[in-house]
Structure formats: structure tokens, C-alpha cells
T-cell receptor
């Protein structure tokens, strides 16, 4: 089946630094990737939709200058959390939508646990 | 918020019993999907049911959809300890390239031996 990887799986950083998270589709091409955020024991909240070669579409309430998204190729999207603060600590999950899927199926990465000290 | 509600929030059963989780949503949909998430891990797609379908089966899973009530249920039969996880429903109200998922609040299932 389709595999999506995320790197790193865990990251701890100091407040004020920036952190980049990579999302890769390993065996398929994805024109669209999605970035979600999940707080402990809560559901996934969509942050933004990332389209290859164009600007990301952010959900209401998500700061685009805070969460920079780059989708440079059909297999890679990156999320950069700029000037991270403790309240940004969360589990970040990406998904990739397979081209040609009959219902635009999304495949999810394993997630990245971000802890900001 | 467009987020759906799931019920119950937590469910604890013994191995061999059936587990039923319910999901309610707010808008009309194209399809509804169920996902499983082990603690601290990514999501695994379980099953998709289209808006014109009423019931679907996959192994020990049975999903129903009632679009008039805007609700769905997931039944896991003959549960196993390995079924312990969080289960989320996700609705997709759009089609094509505009498709995106809205997740429910989730049910945490604990299956004990």
C-alpha cells in the first residue's frame, strides 16, 4: 500500500527557534498534501492544504506566517514552525492524496511529536 | 465548527465482546471514513462508505450510514486486545480536488483480556 513518511518523528526545541517537518510520499505521487495538528486525547484539526507548485491554503485561525508550508515536488511537503513557543507543542500529522484515486484517498504519515521548551 | 461528535468518548470492553461507536456530523457529505489511531501514531484507514450506501462490511468491521440523521456507526465484532486504539470518523463533503476531511472527536477503545 501507499506509504507516507515524516521526519523527524520527535523533536524538542527551545522557545524562539524554528522547526522543519518533512512529509514524503514514498511510492506514489501526491499533488495534494494535508497538515493536521492533534493535541493530547483530541481529534485531528486540519491546518492547511498544500498543493504542489502553488501556495498552501490555510484553515481559519491558522497563521500562515507562523506555519510555513512548502510543497516543492510531487513527493515532498514541508511544514516549518517559525519562532516556536510552548503552546505550539503538539503532534503534527501529514497526509498525502494519491493521484487517480477513485475517492481521493488520503494516506497518513506516522506523525511528528514537537515539544517546545 | 464543522467537527463531528463521536460517542462514546471512551469505551472499555472485554475481549470477545462487540464494540459499537457512533459518529454524528453536521453537513451533507460525499463520503464518510473511519480511521484507527494507536497511541502516539499515525492514522490507519479502515473503511469508507459513500453517501448513497447504507451499510458496508470489512472483516470484523461493520459500518452503517444514515444520511437523514447525519450519523454513522462502526461495529467491531469479536474484539481483540489488539483492537485497543482511538477510532475517528471523518467526513468528506466535497469531491475531486476540493476534497478534504473533517474528523470527529474520536472514541478511545480499550479491550481487556
Amino acid at each position: 500500500g501507499a506509504v507516507v513518511s515524516q521526519h523527524p518523528s520527535r523533536v524538542i526545541c527551545k522557545s524562539g527557534t524554528s522547526v522543519k517537518i518533512e512529509c514524503r510520499s514514498l511510492d506514489f505521487q501526491a499533488t495534494t498534501m494535508f497538515w493536521y495538528r492533534q493535541f493530547p486525547k483530541q481529534s485531528l484539526m486540519l491546518m492547511a492544504t498544500s498543493n504542489e507548485g502553488s501556495k498552501a491554503t490555510y484553515e481559519q485561525g491558522v497563521e500562515k506566517d507562523k506555519f510555513l508550508i512548502n510543497h516543492a515536488s510531487l513527493t515532498l511537503s514541508t511544514l516549518t514552525v517559525t519562532s516556536a513557543h510552548p503552546e505550539d507543542s503538539s503532534f503534527y500529522i501529514c497526509s498525502a492524496r494519491s493521484i487517480g484515486s477513485s475517492y481521493n484517498e488520503q494516506f497518513f504519515g506516522p506523525g511528528t511529536r514537537l515539544t517546545v521548551l | 465548527s464543522q467537527q463531528g461528535e463521536e460517542d462514546p468518548q471512551a469505551l472499555s470492553i472485554q475481549e470477545g465482546e462487540n464494540a459499537t461507536m457512533n459518529c454524528s456530523y453536521k453537513t451533507s457529505i460525499n463520503n464518510l471514513q473511519w480511521y484507527r489511531q494507536n497511541s502516539g501514531r499515525g492514522l490507519v484507514h479502515l473503511i469508507l462508505i459513500r453517501s448513497n450506501e447504507r451499510e458496508k462490511h470489512s472483516g470484523r468491521l461493520r459500518v452503517t450510514l444514515d444520511t437523514s440523521k447525519k450519523s454513522s456507526s462502526l461495529l467491531i465484532t469479536a474484539s481483540r486486545a489488539a483492537d485497543t486504539a482511538s477510532y475517528f470518523c471523518a467526513t468528506d463533503k466535497n469531491t475531486g480536488t476540493a476534497s478534504k476531511l473533517t474528523f470527529g472527536t474520536g472514541t478511545r477503545l480499550q479491550v481487556t483480556l
